[in-house]
């Protein structure tokens, strides 16, 4: 062999190292390529193996020796070397291809996410606006709802308008607001709450229907709007009352309850204020509040003026009734009022409560109205009562129940017209209770008209002194009159 051989069959080896590491590479490959690339696939593998056995051969014929013609060889390799570069740019190409449509799918790919970024974030801002308008329509409800605990807990206008002046104007993004009221016999919008004014100037309001921004806003039942109040002329007339506030934005609604205008709801801002629908039907939803509250105070305090003048007109009665009686009996002139307020000086030591008070009052002022009943010949009658004349007189306490039951107010004081002679030995009358079935507004006016009786001089007999008097009592204790109550009631007069 010479070097020549020898050398190239040294340079052959590696080749053949190369090409049995690259059929292995394309045996272990083969699973991996895609359907339409198969085929080139397995015709390159097969390229490489009859390199593999072409350098074999080749230095087959160097070892031995062989004649063989050493050009056909080479011309045999460089012919699968063709076909096999063929078949590398063949399945280069095809890869080229895949890979740029690969790639074009990954920016077809990377468009459509970018789309549905967009879209999504679009829907996030979305989200988060309506999330932000439920979280405003939640408080506002949440405000309603205080609103409406306002006005059921509490009755005083004044307090009610303050209350819900600091529940709203915060939540309407304001500095401040005030409620007028409409005085319906003046026709003027007045002062009635106030809340967030540096001054008090506002409490000086009065406008009348029609004129200036409050009163358009209640003449026309309609929300007045300025956007600037530096801006002059506009329909805001009270601008020397709030000169120093420095507002710019300013409101004002109508207060309407069951169709007829209550007052006006106004609010400023210091800055501009611009305003959505969304805020508008929650201005107008706190308007109604506001008017409903008025309407319950207003309707409230005239059911208790009402009832006042009421309770002072059955008072007077009561009392005009007390007075015909003593006019019947001149001798017993001021007993009436004397003994009732002794009744209630011990009634309030006995810790007895104020509205039992009035029924007790009422049913001293009332005790002989039984009276009215009997004739003048028994009543004025100045010597000792027949047997008959006795049990006339001892009806007038059967008479006061007829009389006053029918009297549905005063049911409670009729325990003292009808009971006052009862004795707590039940030999009393007219139905001779004994001790604690005897009411005790009956027992304890027993006393004190006993005690008034005596210290007073009647036609037939002088006053008694104080101490005899005391005596007499603290003797009847347990007969006829409740033993608890006699040192009570000597201890209290």
């Given amino acids: ?27 272990q490959t083969r699973r991996q390529v895609p359907p339409p690339l198969a085929g080139k696939w397995q015709a390159l593998t097969s390229m490489v193996v009859f390199f593999i056995a072409g350098y074999l051969f080749f230095i087959v014929i160097q070892i031995r020796q062989l004649v063989f013609p050493v050009e056909i060889v080479t011309g045999l390799v460089f ?120 001054e008090m100037g506002i409490r000086e309001s009065r406008v009348r229907l029609g004129e200036g921004a409050a009163g358009l806003a209640a003449y026309e039942r309609r929300v ?99 007075k015909a009686l003593e006019l019947r009996d001149s001798e017993t002139e001021g007993h009436t009022q004397r003994v009732a307020e002794l009744t209630l000086k011990v009634a309030c030591a006995l810790g007895i409560r104020d509205d039992e008070l009035d029924h007790i009052r009422r049913g001293a002022l009332l005790h002989d109205i039984g009276k009215m009943a009997i004739p003048d010949s028994v009543l004025m009658n100045s010597g000792p009562l027949s047997e008959e004349e006795q049990q006339v007189m001892r009806r007038h306490p059967a008479f006061a129940f007829e009389l006053l039951s029918p009297i549905h107010y005063l049911h409670p004081a009729i325990d003292i017209p009808y009971c006052h002679h009862e004795r707590w030995d039940g030999t009393g009358y007219p139905r001779g209770l004994k001790g604690e079935q005897i009411p005790l507004a009956a027992r304890i006016f027993s006393i004190a008209d006993n005690w008034d009786a005596l210290i007073s001089a009647r036609r037939y007999r002088e006053a008694w002194p104080e101490i005899k008097v005391a005596e007499h009592i603290r003797s009847l204790a347990g007969t006829q009159f409740d033993p608890n109550l006699v040192d009570i009631f000597l201890t209290t007069v």
């Fill in 224 to 322: 007045v709007h300025i956007d600037d109040l530096t801006e002059l002329p506009n329909s805001f007339v009270r601008h020397e009352l709030l000169a120093k506030e420095k507002f710019i934005t300013y409101y004002a609604v109508p207060l309407i309850a069951k169709g007829q205008v209550k007052g006006v709801f106004e609010i400023f801002c210091r800055q501009r204020f611009e305003a959505e629908p969304e805020w508008f039907d929650f201005f107008e939803a706190l308007a109604v509040q506001a008017a409903i509250a008025i309407d319950n105070a207003t309707l409230f305090r005239k059911l208790q003026e009402s009832n006042i003048e009421l309770t002072l007109a059955y008072d007077t009665t009561i009392e005009g009734w007390a």
């Fill in 1 to 27: 062999m010479t070097s020549s051989q020898l050398l190239s069959t040294i340079l052959v080896i590696p080749g053949i190292i190369f090409l049995i590491a690259a059929a292995r590479l394309c045996v």
């Fill in 79 to 198: 012919l699968g070397g063709s076909l096999f570069v063929f078949l590398v740019i063949g399945l280069s190409r095809l890869t080229i291809v895949k890979v740029q449509e690969a790639d074009q799918e990954i920016v077809r790919a990377n468009a459509s996410l970018v789309q549905k970024n967009m879209e999504l974030e679009n829907e996030i801002a979305a989200r988060l606006v309506a999330e932000g308008r439920a979280k405003a329509r939640l408080q506002h409800l949440a405000t309603l709802h205080a609103i409406d605990m306002v006005i059921n807990a509490s009755l005083d206008l004044r307090l009610t308008m303050k209350l819900f002046l600091e529940q709203t104007i915060a939540q309407l993004g304001m500095d401040a607001g005030a409620i007028l009221l409409l005085n319906t016999h003046t026709q003027a919008l007045e002062h009635g709450a106030d809340w967030g004014f540096a």
